[in-house]
């Protein structure tokens, strides 16, 4: 990963709130599912936060959510899990965000790797990690494409985001 980033657990505080409210614009939520809803306030970033501690709770303290941190920018992304159940509890969904105006800098393919080697070393019971990108989203999908992920086929009208289907 670039010298000024690193991923944090700790930088998911009540501090960072501020931080994130910036980095939560629009068109980062237009590729976002939405749990994150738009517009963003302090309060959704603190309940993402608490629900992020809740979550680390129950993986037995090892966090499925972690915060991109710029050393000069503080917090610019987040990337995380989320744990399937039932039928699907060896398949996790990975997810990230990141602040517009680090876009296309070479970011997230560096995060997404070091984050990936992440889940498979923290959850030994993973056999799959899936991602879902927006066929607008190309960026995205060639991220994922980069680490080996493979299209398994395309939704159509399986979201509805921003008044339309995605």
């Not at 505080?13 to 939405?34: G, I, K, Q, Y």
């Not at 990337?79 to 680090?102: C, P, S």
Request: with cysteine; glycine share 8%.
């Amino acid at each position: 990963m670039p010298d000024p980033l690193h991923l944090s657990q700790h930088s998911f505080s009540v501090l960072h709130c501020w931080c994130l409210l910036l980095c939560l614009h629009r068109a980062v939520w237009t590729n976002c599912s939405d749990r994150f809803p738009h517009p963003y306030t302090e309060a959704d970033a603190v309940q993402w936060i608490q629900q992020c501690l809740r979550g680390t709770q129950q993986t037995v303290g090892v966090p499925s959510q972690l915060a991109v941190v710029h050393q000069d920018a503080g917090v610019i992304g987040g990337i995380g899990v989320f744990h399937r159940t039932d039928v699907q509890r060896f398949t996790k969904e990975i997810g990230y965000w990141l602040a517009e105006n680090f876009w296309g800098k070479g970011i997230m393919p560096e995060v997404v790797g070091v984050f990936l080697q992440y889940v498979w070393a923290k959850f030994p019971e993973t056999a799959r990690i899936e991602g879902n990108v927006y066929d607008y989203n190309e960026r995205s999908a060639k991220v994922l494409l980069k680490h080996g992920f493979k299209p398994e086929g395309r939704l159509v009208k399986a979201a509805f985001k921003s008044g339309k289907f995605a």
